[in-house]
């Protein structure tokens, strides 16, 4: 897939010295950055809906309490 960004040239002088200086193209950083911000997302997400079933039914079991209930030693 080809993808095509307008820059200013600020913008792309800073973009391609970062690149540079972690000696990646800049299109590795594009990927790179873009995979990041989805998993940061996705995260969040998963925390927030993690978080309102805690605020639901706040209660919390210890790691022996769980490991006598599916039998681990």
Request: hydrophobic fraction near 35%; aromatic fraction near 10%; avoid cysteine.
């Amino acid at each position: 897939m080809t993808v095509s960004v307008r820059l200013s040239s600020e913008d792309d002088a800073i973009i391609r010295q970062y690149a540079s200086f972690n000696n990646i193209s800049v299109s590795e950083l594009f990927r790179q950055s873009v995979l990041r911000r989805i998993e940061d997302e996705y995260d969040l997400k998963a925390y927030e809906e993690a978080k309102a079933e805690y605020d639901k039914n706040p209660t919390t079991y210890s790691m022996d309490e769980i490991k006598a209930e599916f039998g681990i030693k």
